[in-house]
């Protein structure tokens, strides 16, 4: 019997190792197999099950993977501030459980108001009133949090939000962004999440005679959420059902891909969204991401207006921590394209250099065979050891050789690691560049 295990690939650098070296044996069901003494589990190695060996071994070559945003909760160095529908949309039940999920969070973050790699959290609670139980600054230690949402959601019938008839989100949020406004520091993201069951439909709050009534008693929810985003804060809704019904409400203004329903995953959601809202780059950086597939990667790119010739541009990269940039699939060949093609900055280098006929990108990952390419027709043409891409050829960013000493000056895009809840960022401002985060 041969111990089997799962390796998560995705996860660079982890799996199992010989003479601390990856080796990815693989056998007939795509399980990595363990076939000797000779060979240690990595933790990221999740052992699955006992098998008979296969009959056949192959070594396989683990595909390239663009970088994905840590998420570690012990880690995470966000401003957050949460809403609390107090409402009677929400029930005793999913009220009183809302508060243990955030209790339990709480209780596992490094909650503090030193500068450094530390969380703070606000509480806001809300019906027809707004009631801000805690600001950013009013919480030192995770204890404290814990304690504290222990206690309100305890006395809910005590709390100063009105008679729960309906829920003024607009006025919620706005108090939300006060606090931002006062107290979010310069170089950490800020997120609001709210927790609801009352529906904000932002096209229908519009449309009808009764919504426009309601406005003028009403802070507009959209219009605040809108600036929220707008100022580079993340705004995540959680679903609540409504009452004892079976349905969840529509609520129309998280920013794209941080809306969540009260569902069995409700925990890991929650978690994977305050990582993400985590993961961002400094400006002038922008962060690879795919809003359609609800993507992000601890990935930052700068597409610079000067061009350059191939070592020059190399070493500009390299004088801010970065490198040119390494393309692993075509999604990332396609947003590369996009940011040169807004600014008209075309043709440009890439990150692929050739070394005694092997293809190597500037991250140090060596191209094979059946990696991710992109050449135009006749290429690689050994005409350089650089790589060009030219955007400007129809929907492709074509891919061709070209010499790396010429004088001949290119555009370019420099890549470096976004701050994530595993690579904490120390940011100054500079007079360049806004001073809050891009996310």
């Known amino acids: 019997m041969v111990p089997q295990f799962f390796f998560r690939p995705q996860e660079m650098g982890h799996g199992l190792y010989k003479n601390n070296t990856a080796r990815n044996l693989v056998g007939v069901n795509g399980e990595v197999i363990v076939l000797s003494e000779e060979y ?74 030193k500068l450094g790699q530390y969380a703070r959290v606000g509480l806001i609670f809300g019906a027809e009133k707004a009631y801000v139980a805690a600001n950013l600054t009013t919480f030192k230690t995770k204890e404290e949090a814990a304690q504290r949402i222990k206690q309100l959601m305890a006395d809910r019938k005590r709390l ?48 009808s005679r009764q919504s426009r009534i309601r406005r003028i008693h009403m802070e507009d929810p959209c219009r605040i959420a809108t600036h929220l985003t707008a100022e580079n804060n993340i705004v995540a809704t959680v679903a609540l059902k409504f009452g004892k019904l079976q349905r969840f409400p529509k609520i129309e203004i998280a920013t794209p891909c941080f809306n969540i329903t009260n569902s069995i995953n409700l925990p890991g959601d929650l978690l994977q969204k305050i990582c993400d809202a985590n993961c961002f780059c400094p400006p002038p950086y922008v962060q690879y991401k795919d809003d359609q597939k609800c993507r992000r990667y601890a990935e930052c790119l700068y597409q610079h207006g000067v061009a350059l010739p191939f070592q020059s541009a190399a070493d500009t990269c390299s004088d801010d921590e970065a490198t040119l940039v390494d393309i692993f699939d075509e999604d990332k060949d396609q947003f590369i394209k996009r940011l040169h093609q807004y600014g008209e900055h075309t043709p440009y280098w890439i990150g692929l250099e050739e070394h005694n006929g092997e293809k190597f990108w500037a991250t140090g990952r060596k191209l094979h065979a059946k990696d991710f ?62 001073t809050k985060m891009l996310l």
Not at 403 to 412: A, H, L, R
Request: charged residues 25%.
């Open 40 to 113: 240690e589990e990595k933790p990221d190695a999740i052992e699955v099950i006992d098998l008979p060996p296969p009959h056949e071994l192959m070594e396989q070559e683990v595909k390239p993977r663009h970088r994905a945003c840590d998420c570690n909760i012990n880690s995470v160095w966000i401003d957050m501030v949460f809403v609390i529908d107090t409402s009677r949309a929400v029930s005793q039940q999913d009220f009183i459980a809302a508060g243990n999920l955030l209790r339990f969070f709480f209780s596992r973050m490094a909650i503090d108001q």
């Open 160 to 207: 100063p939000t009105g008679s729960g008839l309906q829920f003024n989100v607009g006025l919620a949020l706005t108090e939300a962004k006060n606090i931002l406004n006062r107290e979010s520091r310069i170089n950490r993201p800020a997120m609001v999440t709210l927790f609801s069951a009352t529906e904000v439909t932002c096209h229908r709050y519009y449309s």
């Open 373 to 434: 390419s992109n050449w135009a027709p006749g290429e690689p043409s050994g005409k350089g050891k650089c790589t060009i891409a030219d955007a400007d050829k129809g929907d492709n960013s074509l891919w061709s050789q070209e010499k790396c000493d010429n004088i001949q000056s290119k555009y370019f895009s420099c890549q470096k690691r976004a701050c994530d809840t595993s690579n904490y960022c120390t940011i100054v401002a500079n007079d360049n560049q806004d």
